[in-house]
Protein backbone atom coordinates (compact mmCIF):
# COMPACT_ATOMS: atom_id res chain seq x y z
CA UNK A 1 0.00 0.00 0.00
CA UNK A 2 1.67 3.44 -0.93
CA UNK A 3 1.54 6.80 1.35
CA UNK A 4 -1.36 7.84 -1.34
CA UNK A 5 -4.02 5.33 -0.58
CA UNK A 6 -2.98 5.38 3.16
CA UNK A 7 -3.88 9.37 3.18
CA UNK A 8 -7.30 8.57 1.50
CA UNK A 9 -8.15 5.93 3.84
CA UNK A 10 -7.45 8.90 6.77
CA UNK A 11 -9.17 11.00 4.41
CA UNK A 12 -12.15 8.41 5.04
CA UNK A 13 -11.87 7.38 8.25
CA UNK A 14 -11.93 11.10 9.51
CA UNK A 15 -15.23 12.26 7.70
CA UNK A 16 -16.39 8.83 9.05
CA UNK A 17 -17.96 7.69 12.08
CA UNK A 18 -15.53 4.72 11.78
CA UNK A 19 -13.58 4.45 14.94
CA UNK A 20 -10.88 1.95 13.41
CA UNK A 21 -10.01 0.47 10.07
CA UNK A 22 -7.29 -2.49 9.88
CA UNK A 23 -6.25 -3.24 5.97
CA UNK A 24 -3.83 -5.73 5.25
CA UNK A 25 -1.88 -6.97 2.22
CA UNK A 26 1.12 -8.39 0.63
CA UNK A 27 3.05 -4.98 2.02
CA UNK A 28 2.27 -4.89 5.51
CA UNK A 29 -0.62 -4.50 7.67
CA UNK A 30 -1.94 -0.60 8.37
CA UNK A 31 -4.46 0.25 11.00
CA UNK A 32 -6.17 3.78 11.33
CA UNK A 33 -7.76 4.85 14.62
CA UNK A 34 -10.45 8.16 15.16
CA UNK A 35 -8.46 10.46 17.60
CA UNK A 36 -10.81 11.63 19.90
CA UNK A 37 -11.53 14.82 20.83
CA UNK A 38 -9.61 15.62 23.86
CA UNK A 39 -9.22 19.43 25.84
CA UNK A 40 -6.20 20.32 26.62
CA UNK A 41 -5.60 23.17 29.39
CA UNK A 42 -2.38 24.44 29.41
CA UNK A 43 -0.75 25.50 32.84
CA UNK A 44 2.62 26.46 33.46
CA UNK A 45 4.79 24.74 36.38
CA UNK A 46 6.10 26.81 38.87
CA UNK A 47 9.65 27.78 38.57
CA UNK A 48 12.21 28.38 41.43
CA UNK A 49 13.93 31.96 41.15
CA UNK A 50 17.08 33.23 43.10
CA UNK A 51 18.31 35.96 43.46
CA UNK A 52 22.25 36.11 44.11
CA UNK A 53 24.59 38.99 45.41
CA UNK A 54 27.53 40.18 43.18
CA UNK A 55 30.81 37.99 43.82
CA UNK A 56 32.18 40.49 46.00
CA UNK A 57 30.93 39.48 48.91
CA UNK A 58 31.89 35.73 50.65
CA UNK A 59 28.80 35.99 52.83
CA UNK A 60 26.27 33.41 51.85
CA UNK A 61 23.16 34.43 49.49
CA UNK A 62 19.65 33.23 50.94
CA UNK A 63 17.80 32.06 48.35
CA UNK A 64 14.40 33.35 47.87
CA UNK A 65 11.50 31.22 46.08
CA UNK A 66 9.28 33.14 43.73
CA UNK A 67 5.78 32.72 43.61
CA UNK A 68 4.05 30.40 41.69
CA UNK A 69 3.13 31.35 38.21
CA UNK A 70 -0.77 31.67 37.37
CA UNK A 71 -2.33 28.72 35.44
CA UNK A 72 -2.18 29.57 31.51
CA UNK A 73 -4.91 28.51 29.24
CA UNK A 74 -4.44 28.11 25.87
CA UNK A 75 -5.94 30.71 23.89
CA UNK A 76 -8.52 30.02 21.18
CA UNK A 77 -8.80 30.70 17.64
CA UNK A 78 -10.80 33.65 16.41
CA UNK A 79 -14.19 32.66 15.85
CA UNK A 80 -14.18 33.93 12.35
CA UNK A 81 -10.73 31.48 11.24
CA UNK A 82 -10.34 28.06 10.01
CA UNK A 83 -7.09 25.65 10.67
CA UNK A 84 -5.12 23.87 8.21
CA UNK A 85 -4.13 20.76 10.33
CA UNK A 86 -1.14 18.70 9.95
CA UNK A 87 -2.25 15.51 7.95
CA UNK A 88 0.80 13.53 9.39
CA UNK A 89 3.56 13.28 12.04
CA UNK A 90 6.56 14.48 10.25
CA UNK A 91 8.85 17.71 10.36
CA UNK A 92 7.18 20.86 9.30
CA UNK A 93 8.80 22.77 6.63
CA UNK A 94 7.96 26.40 5.70
CA UNK A 95 10.07 26.48 2.33
CA UNK A 96 10.99 24.19 -0.25
CA UNK A 97 14.88 24.91 0.02
CA UNK A 98 16.67 27.35 2.45
CA UNK A 99 17.17 29.54 -0.47
CA UNK A 100 13.77 29.81 -1.93
CA UNK A 101 10.82 31.56 -0.39
CA UNK A 102 7.95 30.47 1.77
CA UNK A 103 4.83 28.89 0.86
CA UNK A 104 2.68 31.08 2.81
CA UNK A 105 3.43 33.98 5.09
CA UNK A 106 0.77 35.62 7.37
CA UNK A 107 -1.14 38.16 4.91
CA UNK A 108 -0.55 35.48 1.67
CA UNK A 109 -3.77 34.72 -0.20
CA UNK A 110 -4.58 30.87 -0.51
CA UNK A 111 -6.79 28.62 -2.42
CA UNK A 112 -7.95 25.29 -2.27
CA UNK A 113 -4.87 23.40 -3.82
CA UNK A 114 -2.20 26.05 -3.00
CA UNK A 115 0.69 24.64 -1.24
CA UNK A 116 1.16 26.01 2.22
CA UNK A 117 4.19 23.68 3.49
CA UNK A 118 5.64 20.62 3.41
CA UNK A 119 6.26 18.17 5.98
CA UNK A 120 8.72 15.42 5.70
CA UNK A 121 7.96 12.22 6.91
CA UNK A 122 10.26 8.90 6.57
CA UNK A 123 12.79 11.47 4.56
CA UNK A 124 9.73 11.78 2.03
CA UNK A 125 8.80 15.64 1.54
CA UNK A 126 4.99 15.75 1.30
CA UNK A 127 3.51 19.10 -0.08
CA UNK A 128 0.64 19.98 2.26
CA UNK A 129 -2.28 22.06 0.31
CA UNK A 130 -4.98 24.31 1.53
CA UNK A 131 -8.10 22.95 1.66
CA UNK A 132 -9.77 26.25 1.82
CA UNK A 133 -9.93 30.09 0.29
CA UNK A 134 -8.53 32.78 2.45
CA UNK A 135 -6.01 34.91 3.73
CA UNK A 136 -3.46 33.30 6.45
CA UNK A 137 -3.70 35.60 9.61
CA UNK A 138 -1.27 33.11 11.42
CA UNK A 139 1.86 30.55 11.31
CA UNK A 140 1.48 28.22 14.92
CA UNK A 141 4.50 26.53 13.42
CA UNK A 142 7.82 27.25 13.72
CA UNK A 143 10.02 26.26 10.60
CA UNK A 144 11.65 22.93 11.25
CA UNK A 145 9.67 21.43 13.82
CA UNK A 146 8.64 17.81 14.74
CA UNK A 147 4.25 18.03 13.65
CA UNK A 148 2.07 15.66 15.12
CA UNK A 149 -1.01 13.79 13.47
CA UNK A 150 -4.20 16.71 13.34
CA UNK A 151 -1.93 19.55 14.96
CA UNK A 152 -2.85 22.83 13.68
CA UNK A 153 -0.05 24.43 11.27
CA UNK A 154 -2.03 27.88 10.19
CA UNK A 155 -4.85 30.11 10.57
CA UNK A 156 -6.97 31.35 7.82
CA UNK A 157 -9.34 33.95 7.54
CA UNK A 158 -12.16 32.61 4.85
CA UNK A 159 -12.65 34.99 1.97
Same mark, same amino acid.
Given at each position: ?????????????????????????????????????? @????? $? !? /??????? #? &??? *???? @????? $? !? /??????? #? &??? *??????????????????? &??????????????????????????????????????????????????????????????
Amino acid at each position: MDLKQIHELIKIVNKSNIGEISIEDKDGKVTIKQKEEQ @VVTVA $A !A /PQQVYNV #A &PQA *STAP @VAAQP $A !A /PAAPVAA #A &PAP *SNTITIKSPMIGTFYRKSS &PDKPSFAEVGTEVEPGKVVCIIEAMKLFNEIESEVSGRIVKVLVEDASPVEYDQPLFLVEPN
